[in-house]
């Protein structure tokens, strides 16, 4: 099989769940072409399917992510403008991918969260890390900045944060990436890390899937506008447009009933 062909592995076989696995584990998982490709293939297509609740992202071997290939860096120092604009823009049209998916979307954080790795576990709606997980934006040691994965790194854990860690590339812990924001939930192992993964599944199951979606979408429209008129109506309109759902009534029936809904069963 070749690299382009398992750079990154799908598994499916849950019910419910996807689990998209950065699988270059002799190089720490670290970005190139091939990789990012797979990745934005793998999320568009995870789009599409009904079936899917939860999209789980790790890495094969000791670290989540090195972040870019050094050997691809390297090759990219000699490309056009153009072709260096495409290659950038494939990236961020992976990222997009990502935090875009109407699936609750989960990082499983291990060994090291480096540059564009940190991008991925931002891009995910929740991140869980072992307390030995370290992470870094470590670009402008390389001459180049965090400029794709910036929209989702600031989002996560703000301006004033990202100025330090954006311009020092120094490295952080796990829980200075918790106390910023960027990781929600810290456990001790491996083992723990798939043991809080499994309950938070399991809390996601109990939620109606198209609310989920909604949710998401309700929270890019949102986040960062001043409460004016315009959101105001916003609101409104989603609320209402949701009361009337089909889920919204099987959701207050169930309730009523004092059963499971449908989604829970």
């Given at each position: ?46 789009r599409a399917a009904d079936n899917v609740r939860v999209v789980m992202v790790d890495g094969a071997g000791p670290s989540f ?146 609310a989920i979606a909604a949710a998401k979408e309700l929270i890019a429209a949102v986040a960062g506008h001043p409460i004016d ?37």
């Open positions: 099989m070749s690299e382009s062909e398992d750079v990154v592995l799908l598994n499916t076989t849950r019910a419910g769940v996807a689990v998209v696995t950065l699988n270059r584990p002799k190089v720490h998982n670290a970005f190139n072409p091939q990789v990012i490709e797979k990745l934005s293939d793998i999320f568009e297509t995870l992510s090195a972040g870019a290939d050094l050997a691809w860096m390297r090759a990219a120092a000699d490309y056009s403008k153009t072709d260096n604009r495409e290659d950038a823009g494939d990236m961020a049209e992976m990222l997009h991918r990502l935090h875009s998916l109407p699936q609750v979307t989960i990082a499983l954080v291990h060994g090291a969260a480096m540059a564009g790795g940190c991008g991925i576990v931002s891009a995910c709606d929740i991140a869980i890390a072992t307390k030995t997980a370290s992470f870094a934006l470590s670009e402008v040691r390389l001459g180049i900045i965090p400029a794709v994965i910036s929209p989702y790194v600031i989002q996560a854990i703000g301006a004033r944060a990202a100025h330090r860690y954006f311009l020092t590339a120094e490295r952080f812990d796990a829980a200075t990436a918790h106390a910023l924001g960027l990781v929600h939930i810290l456990v001790d192992d491996n083992n723990a890390l798939a043991k809080e993964s499994e309950r938070l599944v399991s809390q996601v199951f109990t939620c109606a899937p198209g008129s315009h959101i105001r109506a916003d609101t409104s309109r989603r609320i209402a447009e949701r009361r009337a759902s089909d889920e919204a009534k099987e959701g207050l029936s169930a309730f009523l009933e004092k059963r499971k809904p449908k989604w829970a069963e």
